[in-house]
Nanobody, 119 residues
């Protein structure tokens, strides 16, 4: 019953910006750790940005200073604001949620949204 649905990806010129959204159902964002991952062709899926349930954030070195993860828990939505985009940011971006409010531990993934940055 849990669903995470990403949106906002697309084609953008280098130096431009995009804001990705992840809308959840069947999951309580205010009690969940949320994250964005990226997978480029031929690469492992890697963590880009993380926001734990009490609001602490951390970022991959490649994202620091350019990307911001944020939440609207009332709307059960998490965002990734991406500025100053580079071609290296190209990939499929996935929303990830890990619940903290029940056991056993559960983790969920969205279907991904494509981001392509042209140089």
């Amino acid at each position: 019953q849990v669903q995470l649905v990403e949106s906002g990806g697309g084609l953008v010129q280098a130096g431009g910006s995009l804001r990705l959204s992840c809308a959840g159902s069947g999951i309580i964002f205010s009690g969940s750790n949320m994250a964005w991952y990226r997978q480029a062709p031929g690469q492992q899926r890697e963590l880009v940005a993380h926001s734990d349930w009490v609001g602490r954030t951390n970022y991959a070195d490649s994202a620091k200073g350019r990307f911001t993860i944020s939440r609207d828990n009332a709307k059960n939505t998490v965002y990734l604001q991406m500025n100053s985009l580079k071609s290296e940011d190209t990939g499929v971006y996935y929303c990830n949620g890990e619940i903290t409010y029940s056991q056993p531990k559960r983790e969920y993934w969205g279907q991904g949204t494509q981001v392509t940055v042209s140089s």
